[in-house]
Nanobody, 127 residues
Framework: QVQLVESGGGLVQAGGSLRLSCAASGRTFSYYAMGWFRQAPGKEREFVAAISVNGGSTYYADSVKGRFIISRDNAKNAVYLQMNSLKPEDTAVYYC????????????????????WGQGTQVTVSS
């Protein structure tokens, strides 16, 4: 099990940027593929981005492709989500999550495969 704590959320105007961080502790961070998900009020939690254990493979939801960048630093036990050109529809609670690397390439977007979750950080984009 790995413990995850997100930070970096806040209020930003449309077109602005935020960088979310997720600090991990517990078991060896570099064993885990990582993902970012988000949940808006009244909606289901949805996939945003994912990154493989060594950072060599990254995946994005179509809605954020070209605007968001996921990265990780295994030496610092951290994963990041750089969010640019933010839109009001990006408003949500953002969660980082950890999972096994098994079958990652075919299941990176499935939230039920992620076993460990942070508490979330609120991102609000004003128009």
């Amino acid at each position: 099990q790995v413990q995850l704590v997100e930070s970096g959320g806040g209020l930003v105007q449309a077109g602005g940027s935020l960088r979310l961080s997720c600090a991990a502790s517990g078991r060896t961070f570099s064993y885990y593929a990582m993902g970012w998900f988000r949940q808006a009020p009244g909606k289901e939690r949805e996939f945003v981005a994912a990154i493989s254990v060594n950072g060599g493979s990254t995946y994005y939801a179509d809605s954020v492709k070209g605007r968001f960048i996921i990265s990780r630093d295994n030496a610092k036990n951290a994963v990041y989500l750089q969010m640019n050109s933010l839109k009001p529809e990006d408003t949500a609670v953002y969660y980082c999550a950890a999972r096994s690397n098994t079958n990652f390439r075919s299941t990176y977007y499935l939230k039920n495969v992620y076993g460990d979750w942070g508490q979330g950080t609120q991102v609000t984009v004003s128009s």
